[in-house]
């Protein structure tokens, strides 16, 4: 087949693709719970709840009412749901009234109610409610020593769940005994709902000893009243073998391995074979740039381990680890740190092109979902007397791309099953 005439409009079709396979009213109206005797209740936290709590209560037939929060910006107009908005990713002071507006909103419920619970992505932040003697500037550094870890996320959740009292199931417990049906979007590589936005509805099975591990693996540094009450065992978070969930549903709606078969179809629709290398990487960004560049060359020049033309696509939720030293100083997030890892490494290859894009549409610190790239980047950056590797130890992959505009803004899509990245090799 000729090659794609222009990767860009050829990548960001996949991009939409696999956003379109977990959009809400897809996957909302296969996943409709049964009515109950007595109210509906829907609560929601996440990047993509306003979206789907629109799509829910144009597909309910019967009355309802309820709250979710969603990220500043994120909003969509409910009838009948309120829709709250607070900061993301560190907490603040509207996260914590939405919160408390959640566990009202399931409060002095029977076993004759229904609870639905719309949870995605990026719910952890949205929903601060310190623990009993810490608060809210305490969650918040907690949050931000997280960001800046690399830890993998079900570290962060582990951690952010023992300092709370509505993560790792808290919201679900407070409905008891209503029926509560939680309908996830999953980031989380490896799709356990209850680390989706640290399982406000769903219980998992990390303890405080866990949580203790990982603050000395990744070296967090967290206020000591914080150590005292994690040590202090009062933190503990409900068991999944708890009484009071006994009786609740968890359906997994939409998901990166999801989206990602639907960008393979996109790309064999046109001629491309595609191969997904996996929907559940993780790591820091940047290394995970250095061996997809690796396997790209490997393709551009030997044609192995797959045949051009081929896009190689992969998912998951990689990190990006702030240190002092003169790191971290720069804007972007990790889908462009990967991607400027990736560049360097690609760095005079012909006839390769990329992207990197947060399937929310936002990723890191600006309000792009990621950017493009192909074998001239690097070149490109440096004819804007601009040291590419140099910004990469700062990470400042935004400036790398600002500057030779392939800056990838899609804006918010409503959803969120993490990264997606497509490199064309033909």
């Not at 005439?5 to 009213?25: R, S």
């Not at 949205?126 to 918040?140: H, S, V």
């Not at 359906?251 to 179809?265: D, H, I, N």
Request: hydrophobic share 45%; net charge negative.
């Amino acid at each position: 087949m000729p090659p794609i005439a222009d990767p860009k409009v050829f990548l960001e079709a996949l991009f939409h693709a696999a956003v379109a396979a977990a959009d809400p009213v897809r996957v909302l109206a296969a996943n409709l719970p049964e009515k109950p005797k007595g109210k509906t209740v829907v609560i929601g936290a996440g990047k993509g709840a306003a979206q789907m709590a629109q799509v829910f209560e144009r597909l309910w037939d019967g009355p309802l009412s309820g709250a979710v929060v969603t990220r500043y910006g994120y909003g969509a107009f409910c009838e009948r749901i309120e829709v709250l908005e607070a900061s993301h990713p560190l907490p603040d002071e509207n996260g914590l009234k939405a919160s408390l507006r959640l566990m009202q909103e399931v409060s002095g419920l029977t076993e004759d109610d229904l609870v639905v619970a719309l949870i995605c992505g990026g719910g952890s932040a949205l929903l601060p409610m310190p623990a009993a003697g810490l608060t809210l500037q305490d969650e918040i550094v907690v949050n931000r020593a997280l960001l800046a870890s690399g830890a993998p996320i079900s570290a962060m959740n582990a951690v952010r769940k023992h300092v709370s009292l509505i993560k790792g199931g808290r919201l679900a417990a407070a409905a008891y005994p209503a029926k509560v049906v939680s309908l996830v979007v999953s980031d989380i590589p490896g799709d356990d709902p209850a680390l989706v936005a640290s399982g406000p509805t769903i219980p998992d099975g990390s303890t405080r000893e866990d949580a203790l591990r990982y603050i000395e693996r990744f070296r967090l540094d967290l206020p000591q009243k914080v150590m005292d009450f994690i040590r202090g065992g009062d933190c503990a978070a409900p068991a999944p073998s708890d009484p009071r969930f006994a009786s609740n549903t968890v359906r997994l709606v939409a998901s990166a391995a999801v989206s990602l078969e639907a960008a393979v179809e996109a790309a064999r629709e046109v001629g491309v074979e595609a191969v997904i290398l996996s929907d559940a990487m993780e790591g820091e960004a940047s290394e995970v740039g250095r061996v997809h560049a690796a396997i790209v060359r490997e393709v551009a020049v030997r044609n192995r381990p797959f045949r051009k033309p081929v896009v190689i696509l992969s998912g998951g939720e990689t990190t990006v680890t702030i240190k002092e030293g003169g790191r971290g100083a720069g804007k972007g997030g990790r889908n462009s740190e990967f991607l400027l890892s990736l560049a360097l490494g690609i760095d005079g290859c012909p006839g390769v092109s990329a992207l990197a894009a947060d399937t929310d549409g936002i990723d890191g610190s600006e309000d792009n979902a990621g950017a493009f790239a192909d074998g001239t980047s690097i070149a490109r950056v440096a004819a804007n007397d601009i040291d590419a590797a140099a910004l990469l130890v700062r990470n400042d992959s935004w400036s790398a791309f600002d500057a030779i505009g392939d800056i990838f803004k899609p804006g918010p899509t409503g959803t969120n099953v993490n990264d997606f990245r497509a490199i064309l090799v033909q």
